[in-house]
């Protein structure tokens, strides 16, 4: 398991404080037992028995790799001198030790308290959100209303990037603005405005679901340009269809900007833009109605959505809706 640490590092040496390491979350695992979450994966840094890696990649100012450090993975000659290591700087806790024995519910309880008697003890209120997000039944990790307020705790005492980030995606998810617009500025001024495509693609996003058609549409066009997965070209193509009834746009978007195929999950933009057009052919209140029915998607009015799947006759409208539901 990997991940991302810092990018945008523009000196050829860095020095990196021991907390923020501990603040760095991993995927979580999953073992497959009965208990099927493994804490190792929650405690990440935070536990002195774990071992890392670590790996840099080096690129031109213009985005061009220049090298990278793990070439191990494909020279035999340099796989025994990987740079493990491990942190230890800290001891577990009695919290961490009941954790690691998969007692989920203690570990939560006992991380409660340290924070109640101390609302500086970083470690524990780092946990309890991963804790919290960690849904046993669905085998499945998202932040809930009772995380909440540790989240924002953490991201209001360390400006952690990540702890930032997760803010905006539940506040993006909730669909209340103000607060997604305030993190996201906070966010924006942590990472000194280095935005990767994702992020502007979301932001972007979030402007057309707020009816902020025409600086969505800018920002699509801007990230598109840069973003080699096109994975928000169908939101783009949404607000464009939006904003004008002339097809001939959309067509050279959907034509130069194709979604590169992921797994299974793929549309093909081109000919659901082509059947569109088609369909509207002869059709006076086709736009118009388009209009509607992109207003319900924008404002996720999912019930009338729904509704309106089931009875429309405009085969090539709903498959494009469909279409769109998935782009995320």
């Known amino acids: 398991m990997s991940s991302v640490f810092q990018s945008h590092i523009t000196d050829h040496e860095i020095t990196i404080p021991v907390e923020k390491l501990y603040g760095q979350r991993f995927g979580v695992v999953f073992s497959g037992d009965e208990e099927t979450i493994d804490p190792k994966s929650l405690l990440a840094f935070a536990n002195p028995d774990n071992r890392f890696s670590w790996s840099v990649q080096a690129y031109r100012k ?51 308290e340290s924070v109640r008697q101390d609302s500086n003890d970083m470690h524990s209120l780092r946990m309890i959100p991963r804790l919290l ?21 953490l991201a209001e005492k360390t400006n952690n990037t990540q702890d930032l980030y997760e803010l905006i995606d539940y506040y993006y998810e909730q669909q209340e603005w103000e607060a997604f617009h305030s993190w996201f500025d906070r966010y924006k001024k ?54 004008s009834d002339s097809y001939k746009r959309p067509l050279e978007i959907a034509e130069k900007y194709p979604e590169r195929k992921v797994g299974e999950s793929f549309s093909d933009w081109l000919s659901l833009v082509t059947n569109l057009k088609e369909e509207s052919t ?17 404002e996720s009015k999912e019930q009338e959505l729904e509704n309106w799947l089931k009875t429309t006759n405009y085969r090539a409208m709903k498959q494009f809706i469909l279409a769109l539901q998935k782009v995320d």
Request: glycine share 6%; hydrophobic share 40%; no cysteine.
């Open 282 to 298: 002869g059709q006076t209140a086709y736009h118009e109605h388009l209009q509607d029915v992109l207003d319900l998607f924008f």
């Open 62 to 112: 213009n985005g061009e790799l220049i090298t990278k450090s793990d070439g191990y993975r494909l020279n035999e000659n340099t796989i025994g001198n990987l740079p493990f290591f491990y942190l230890k700087q800290r001891e577990l806790t009695k919290a961490d030790r009941l954790l690691l024995d998969k007692k989920l519910d203690k570990a939560l309880a006992a991380y409660k």
């Open 190 to 243: 942590a990472v000194r405005g280095n935005l990767n495509e994702y992020e502007w693609s979301i932001y972007g996003a979030a402007l057309m679901k707020q009816g902020k058609l025409t600086e969505a549409r800018d920002i699509f066009e801007e990230v598109m340009e840069r973003d080699n997965s096109h994975r928000f070209v169908g939101a783009w193509l949404a607000v464009q269809l939006y904003l």
């Open 133 to 153: 997000g960690f849904n046993e039944i669905e085998d499945s990790f998202r932040w809930n209303e009772e995380a909440l307020p540790y989240l924002q705790a």
